[in-house]
């Protein structure tokens, strides 16, 4: 009798002592726990997008508006360049805060530093002005971003591949790129309002609190990650480092010469990123593909990607303009007024993330439900680019039929939610190919080289910026919708054998 007892007993007391939960079997705890820490990375996110994109829902008009205003009276050349330029910068120092994760300091300690300096690089903003208080705040911002941004991708990767179905990666990583945009939306919707009503600093002052409530979910969530958010993958040698901070101490001293001597200005600043940002990707798929420690499979599956990275590139130019060439469009021919009320000019620019965000479950849903019939990778960011590259080619045709008067609120806005829908087949494809066809050696770096498309976008957005204000806008949306057009029809012909490159040595 005992021991029929026992032998009753012992299943149940295994359950409890695997995942602490009466009734469930560890196959069933180890699903829940994934889908809390993919949920608990996800509202990390959205806080951390939140106080980014409600500060840079903001800024462009903070450099553009008049000093009584509340703004800096910028021209609109040098504006658009310091945009590009710290959009640029912001995706290009995750560079840095993914080799860091990878050989000196945990993923998940990279994400708690980053935060820690993002929330005091926009409380700086919030409370110093002028340019000094500008340029102390965004540099922060810059480098705790840089620490956060590829390390939270990654530790959503690591969360994934406990035991989950690759065929619900995609629509995983989807999900994640929701809640992405959920705080591109909801932050320049409040920090808008705030700078309308009450003036800049206190829509910074938002950012701040969002940033603030990034970091206390993350702590909260830091005990359920797995264990490999813990771990350096690939740790430098000991007798390596002292070269390493030497050479991060010769970069520091390079920069401070090249803005005290004048060789970099705010006109020049999106042509410099954007060099960088190329130099960068160039040094990271030649280290990639000549290391020993990369496959054969793994090396084609990263040529395959070369031609993802600059359309993404170019696709992210195109999209990342609404801070740039669309900022200044709007402050100078959209009439702001409804009534007696103006209209808050942020929230012109959050429909772009909106229409991603309400867009982003049906397009999850109808892959789910494709499943191997889907669109192929490389396929969906061709739809993607061509989908921009057609609202472009909409905001070429209401311009010219406007003449010289001012283009209806309600036309813009229309264009912000063609190109905005369009992120869906880019964005969440990228983050979700990038740490499933990475080098094992290399994971979070390839996500970092994946955000190298943002730092691209960014700075080459700065540089159309600059371009718009010398040129006629027919010329250039011409040239917009044409570029993306084209492009896009050109990846879409050449699916195949790119698509062959990046399943190599995959199972599907």
């Known amino acids: 009798m005992r021991e029929t007892r026992e032998t009753r007993e012992t299943p149940h007391r295994t359950t409890q002592e695997v995942g602490g939960e009466t009734g469930k079997t560890p196959a069933e705890v180890s699903g829940h726990s994934r889908r809390r820490g993919l949920w608990s990375m996800a509202f990390t996110e959205l806080w951390e997008r939140y106080s980014f994109y409600g500060l840079q829902g903001i800024l462009s008009f903070y450099l553009l508006y008049a000093l009584s205003d509340g703004g800096l009276a910028l021209d609109p050349a040098a504006a658009a360049g310091i945009v590009g330029a710290y959009g640029g910068a912001v995706y290009l120092s995750q560079i840095l805060g993914a080799w860091l994760g990878d050989r000196l300091v945990s993923p998940q300690n990279m994400v708690l530093y980053g935060a820690v300096v993002i929330t005091g690089g926009h409380v700086v903003l919030a409370f110093a002005p002028g340019l000094a208080g500008l340029g102390v705040g965004l540099t922060c911002i810059v480098l705790g971003t840089g620490a ?134 160039a040094v990271y798929f030649l280290t990639m593909t000549t290391s020993s420690a990369v496959s054969r499979d793994e090396r084609r599956r990263i040529l395959g990607y070369l031609p993802l990275f600059l359309a993404s590139g170019v696709y992210f130019g195109f999209l990342f303009q609404k801070f740039t060439a669309i900022s200044i469009l709007i402050t100078e021919r959209i009439d702001l007024q409804i009534g007696g009320w103006t209209f808050p000019v942020a929230w012109i620019t959050t429909v772009s993330p909106l229409a991603a965000v309400l867009i982003t479950p049906l397009i999850a849903k109808m892959w789910n439900t494709l499943g191997e019939r889907q669109p192929g990778t490389v396929a969906k960011v061709a739809i993607g680019l061509t989908q921009i590259g057609c609202a472009y080619l909409f905001l070429l045709i209401i311009s010219e039929a406007t003449g010289t008067a ?62 718009f204000t010398g040129i006629d806008n027919a010329s250039y949306f011409t040239l917009t919708a044409v570029c993306g057009i084209g492009i896009g029809l050109t990846l879409f012909a050449v699916r195949g054998p790119v698509g062959r490159l990046l399943e190599a040595g995959l199972e599907r």
């Open 148 to 281: 956060l941004k590829t390390n939270i991708t990654s530790i959503f990767g690591f969360v994934l591949d406990q035991n989950q179905d690759e065929r619900y990666r995609d629509a995983s990583f989807s999900y994640f790129y929701m809640a992405i945009n959920i705080g591109a939306v909801v932050g320049p919707l409040t920090t808008g309002l705030a700078q309308n009503e009450l003036g800049f600093h206190y829509g910074f002052g938002l950012a701040a609190i969002g940033m603030g409530a990034a970091l206390v979910q993350y702590v909260a969530s830091m005990k359920k990650l797995p264990e490999r958010a813990r771990t350096i993958n690939n740790p430098l040698p000991a007798n390596r480092r002292p070269l390493v901070a030497l050479a991060a101490l010769a970069c520091v001293a390079a920069l401070g010469i090249a803005v005290a001597t004048g060789l970099l200005q705010a006109d020049n600043l999106s042509t410099v990123v954007t060099v960088a940002a190329l130099v960068a990707a």
């Open 406 to 467: 001012d283009i209806p609120l309600v036309l813009i806005l229309l264009f912000m939610m063609a190109a905005g829908s369009s992120e869906v087949f880019v964005g969440p494809i990228g983050l979700s190919l990038a740490t499933r066809i990475g080098p094992a050696k290399f994971r979070s770096q390839m996500v970092g080289l994946n955000f190298l498309t943002l730092a691209l976008g960014s700075s080459l957005a700065g540089l159309l910026g600059q371009l």
